[in-house]
C-alpha cells in the first residue's frame, strides 16, 4: 500500500492516512508508522492519532529535533485539524456547536453544514478538545450519525460503502501549523480521490468547491 505524501522535510513529514490502517505500531503492517517508514526507508512517529476508519492527514516526526514544541503546539491548540463528514439526514444549519462530557471530560466540536442531499449532509467538523470517538460521538448524539460509523451509526450493511472497505464517511481534509523550526505557516488539505464516486456522489461538489474553501479531490 502506497502512502500520498503531502509535505516533507528533513524532520517532518505530512501523509494521507487510508481508511484501514491504525496509525501508530512500529511492528504492526497494519499500521501507518509501519508502512509510512517501509516507504521512505527510515523510522517515523506519529505526533496525533486517527481512528482505523478514519481517513486523512496526519503529522509525523521522521526526526526528535521538534517533537517538544509540535506536543507543546497540540496542547495548546495551536494546531488546527478540520474534517469533512457524510452524515444520515439534514443537519440543522443552525447547530453550530455542540458541548457534552464524554467520559468524565468536557467535549466541544464547532460545525459548519456544507450541503444538503436526497438523504444526506455533507459537513464540516473542528473539534476544540481531543476525546476519543468525540466527532463520531457528537454527530450521533445530534441525530445525524456519520455514513459507515458501525460503533454509533446505523446498523445497516448497506449505509457501508462497498468501494471502502473499512471506512467511515469521517475525513481529517486540513492540518494547519506554524512549522516549529522556520516558523512558516503550513497548511495542508486532501480528500481521498474515490470520496467523489462515493460518499460525494449525492451532492454537487464542482459548486462546494467554488462556495467553500474545500480541497480539491487526488
Known amino acids: 500500500m502506497g502512502i500520498s505524501i503531502l509535505f516533507e522535510d528533513n ?3 505530512v501523509v494521507s ?8 505500531d512500529p511492528e504492526r503492517e497494519d499500521s501507518l508508522e509501519f508502512v509510512t517508514a517501509r516507504q521512505i526507508g527510515r523510522k517515523v512517529f506519529p505526533f496525533h492519532r486517527l481512528d482505523r476508519a478514519t481517513s486523512g492527514v496526519v503529522l509525523l516526526g521522521k526526526t526528535r529535533v521538534h517533537a517538544a514544541a ?6 495548546k491548540k495551536r494546531i488546527r485539524k478540520a474534517y469533512l463528514a457524510v452524515v444520515n ?21 464547532t460545525f459548519r453544514r456544507i450541503a444538503v442531499g436526497s438523504s444526506e449532509s455533507l459537513i464540516e467538523a473542528l473539534p476544540k478538545t481531543g476525546r476519543t470517538h468525540q466527532i463520531r460521538i457528537h454527530c450521533a448524539s445530534a441525530g445525524h450519525p456519520i455514513k459507515g460509523d458501525t460503533i454509533y451509526g446505523l446498523s445497516n450493511e448497506l449505509d457501508q460503502k462497498p468501494a471502502a472497505p473499512r471506512e467511515q464517511a ?28 462515493t460518499y460525494l456522489a449525492d451532492f454537487d461538489w464542482d459548486a462546494i468547491q467554488k462556495k467553500f474553501n474545500t480541497p480539491k479531490s487526488e
Open 170 to 197: 469521517l475525513h481529517a481534509y486540513r492540518l494547519t501549523f506554524n512549522h516549529p523550526g522556520s516558523g512558516e505557516a503550513v497548511s495542508i488539505m486532501d480528500l481521498p480521490h474515490h470520496w467523489r464516486e
Open 17 to 24: 492516512k487510508p481508511a484501514g490502517l491504525i496509525v501508530g
Open 11 to 13: 524532520d517532518l513529514i
Open 70 to 75: 509540535i506536543t507543546q503546539a497540540f496542547e
Open 89 to 109: 439526514g439534514e443537519w440543522p444549519s443552525q447547530l453550530g456547536r455542540i458541548d457534552t462530557m464524554i467520559e468524565g471530560r468536557e467535549a466541544v466540536t
